[in-house]
């Protein structure tokens, strides 16, 4: 993390990535209240935070069954898709911000001043970008000690949304 405005920006990304894995993960709902928390713990130590209590694998609570806390990884996912959108935009020479981000994820709580990024539009992400941005998800959501392929493949489905189909995701 480079600076506040990156740090703030991945915080945001993380939050609708969270907000758009309960289709498909209807438990993380009880997370969204320890997002403020588990997101301060991610910037404060990424790799405890990502650790969690056992070792080489996410943070696991849970009386009788193991739930996975999904904010964690979804922090690193977002820091990976953010270094990659910066990257990118720095490449087209656009200025890329958070709430470029936000907008581009299609958040309802955007700025209303700002436009909506078009298919035409050089906020906009390619079909090919969606499907990167795809990979990039289910790369991180795999990684050692993580989720499944399977239900990998689900929560990068439901993170980019209709975007791999050349439609702006909706929230």
């Known amino acids: ?25 209807p438990s ?36 009788t069954e193991v739930v996975l806390l999904l904010t964690p990884i979804m922090l690193e996912t977002a820091t990976v898709v953010w270094a990659y959108l910066v990257e990118d935009a720095t490449r087209r020479g656009i200025n890329w911000s958070g709430e470029a981000a936000r907008q581009v994820f299609g958040d309802q709580s955007a700025s209303p001043h700002t436009e909506q990024p078009s298919a035409s539009s050089p906020l906009a ?33 439901a993170v980019v949304g209709r975007g791999r189909l050349g439609e702006a995701p909706q929230s």
Do not use: K
Request: net charge negative.
């Open 125 to 157: 992400l390619t079909v090919e970008q969606w499907n990167h941005v795809h990979q990039l998800v289910t790369q991180v959501l795999t990684g050692p000690g993580r989720i499944p392929s399977s239900r990998a493949a689900l929560l990068a489905d």
């Open 1 to 25: 993390m480079r600076s506040a405005e990156d740090e703030q920006a991945v915080t945001d990304l993380a939050r609708l990535m969270v907000d758009r894995a309960m289709v498909v993960e």
């Open 28 to 63: 993380v709902d009880a997370e969204r209240a320890l997002f403020p928390m588990l997101a301060a713990a991610y910037f404060r130590d990424r790799r405890r935070a990502l650790a969690g209590l056992r070792s080489g694998g996410p943070l696991e609570f849970g009386p």
